[in-house]
T-cell receptor
Framework: DVKVTQSSRYLVKRTGEKVFLECVQD?????MFWYRQDPGLGLRLIYF???????EKGDIPEGYSVSREKKERFSLILESASTNQTSMYLC??????????????FGSGTRLTVV | KQEVTQIPAALSVPEGENLVLNCSFT??????LQWFRQDPGKGLTSLLL???SQREQTSGRLNASLDKSSGRSTLYIAASQPGDSATYLC???????????WGAGTKLIIKP
């Protein structure tokens, strides 16, 4: 089974800190995604990447950046954390081509609290 | 613009009952549709993936159907158990960038 691993389950950071959320997948998937999930707003796409060093903005990229230096790792960066970035962050990966690779696999999520 | 709706928003049934969760979408031009489950405070677990060319998929007590022409998918859960209590989300993959369009979810409670 594909595994998507997010490095932290819970994080507490201070306003203004630079925050790194790490995501690693082990199935050589080309596509990786970062979502945030908030009550009443559902899942919203922040950024995605379809190849190493490639990135595309999602619906809510403001205040975030990403890095994909290696195929298996996709990092989300909060340049200067703010309280409105308190949320559940979910990473996902997806392969390209072949029936078995069409589905998305999600990590277990990182609950980030900015104080 | 593709929109995905899930009805009902919440459902509570006694243990042992069979139940159906609904997902509808406005544009039939989709690549596939995926059902997920989410336990409180946790990530998403993929349950079933239906390609646009398929009519249904089964996994254990779960069966998902897809009717593209009517813009509908159903998730059938047989012989429900308290452990099935969770939020169920459907998502449509509608473009070549693989972005998912999400429903708001159905919160399911199975009463022992």
């Amino acid at each position: 089974d594909v595994k998507v691993t997010q490095s932290s389950r819970y994080l507490v950071k201070r306003t203004g800190e630079k925050v790194f959320l790490e995501c690693v997948q082990d199935m050589d998937h080309e596509n990786m995604f970062w979502y945030r999930q908030d009550p009443g707003l559902g899942l919203r796409l922040i950024y995605f990447s379809y190849d190493v060093k490639m990135k595309e903005k999602g619906d809510i990229p403001e205040g975030y950046s990403v890095s994909r230096e290696k195929k298996e790792r996709f990092s989300l960066i909060l340049e200067s954390a703010s309280t409105n970035q308190t949320s559940m962050y979910l990473c996902a990966s997806k392969g390209t081509g072949g029936t078995l690779n069409y589905g998305y696999t999600f990590g277990s999520g990182t609950r980030l609290t900015v104080v | 613009k593709q929109e995905v709706t899930q009805i009902p928003a919440a459902l509570s049934v006694p243990e042992g009952e069979n139940l159906v969760l609904n997902c509808s979408f406005t544009d039939s031009a989709i690549y596939n549709l995926q059902w997920f489950r989410q336990d409180p405070g946790k990530g998403l677990t993929s349950l079933l993936l239906i390609q646009s060319s398929q009519r249904e998929q089964t996994s254990g007590r779960l069966n998902a159907s897809l009717d593209k022409s009517s813009g509908r998918s159903t998730l059938y859960i047989a012989a429900s158990q308290p452990g099935d209590s969770a939020t169920y989300l459907c998502a449509v993959n509608a473009d070549s960038n693989y972005q998912l369009i999400w429903g708001a979810g159905t919160k399911l409670i199975i009463k022992p």
